[in-house]
């Protein structure tokens, strides 16, 4: 008899530890600190910086601002650099 109680109680204690951990796990309890506005503007900027550059690679100067000239890359790098100091915030 003695045996079936402590297996009841190992089993209780197993079902509660299962429980600690999927909830250690769950979203839902520790949203995140940073909106989810933040991280898109985040991403899309540096995203945005890499295709300015490669795009003024490609089409040789004349897009996506011919007038800018070189300084084309200065804007892709700018766009780059700003979406990675906005990194220093992201939680």
Same mark, same amino acid.
């Given at each position: ?35 989810? #506005? ?13 295709? #300015? ?36 915030? #992201?939680?």
């Amino acid at each position: 008899m003695a045996d079936s109680k402590s297996i009841r109680d190992e089993d209780l204690s197993e079902a509660e530890l299962r429980r600690v951990a999927e909830s250690m796990y769950s979203d839902d309890e520790f949203p995140s600190p940073t909106p989810l #506005w933040y991280r898109v503007i985040m991403f899309t900027l540096m995203i945005l910086g890499v295709l #300015w550059i490669v795009t003024f690679y490609i089409t040789q100067s004349t897009l996506p601002v011919a007038a800018a000239g070189n300084w084309n890359i200065g804007i892709g790098v700018g766009l780059i650099m700003v979406g990675l100091m906005m990194t220093t915030r #992201w939680r």
